[in-house]
């Protein structure tokens, strides 16, 4: 209480003299037509996993958008490399015998990486829905 009394005060001496030094940068409610965009384009399994988060959960504010566009680029990525993996084979040769796939390990790290992120992101908790109790409809 005693904090937003002194709050209060600092910013009625602000009106009073007229200096404003809060603005407004950016509305957050409305970050775009659709929602935030990604930093950097993403491919068709990434743009899928953007579409999908941001329907279930906001994620408006620039380190989240950057984070999730990390997940989402390492998503294009895992498949890329489970593509190519598929295409060649999960065991190749070598001149030491057969082994697995060296691109395996990459896509597992990749995956590993989205599921962090996600994480860091609190995006493995369910979205809170409207209200409580089971859904309409049951």
């Known amino acids: 209480m005693v904090k937003l009394r002194f709050f209060s005060r600092i910013v009625s001496r602000m009106k009073k003299s007229g200096n404003t ?3 407004i940068v950016a509305d957050l409610d409305q970050p775009g037509p659709q929602g935030p965009q990604p930093s950097r384009p993403l491919g ?4 899928k996993l953007w579409a999908r988060v941001l329907a279930e ?9 950057k984070m999730l ?12 490399l489970a593509a190519h993996v598929n295409e060649e ?3 190749v040769p070598t001149p030491q015998g057969v082994k697995a796939h060296p691109a395996i ?3 597992l790290s990749c995956r590993g990486f989205i599921v962090r992120t996600l994480q860091k992101l609190g995006l493995n908790f369910e979205p809170v829905r409207a ?3 089971r859904p309409p409809g049951r």
């Open 21 to 23: 030094p809060l603005r």
């Open 44 to 47: 068709e399994h990434g743009a």
């Open 57 to 65: 959960y906001d994620v408006s504010d620039a380190a989240g958008v």
């Open 69 to 80: 566009t990390q997940a989402c680029l390492a998503c294009d990525r895992a498949e890329a």
């Open 89 to 91: 084979g999960e065991i």
């Open 105 to 107: 390990r990459e896509e």
């Open 131 to 133: 209200g409580p109790g």
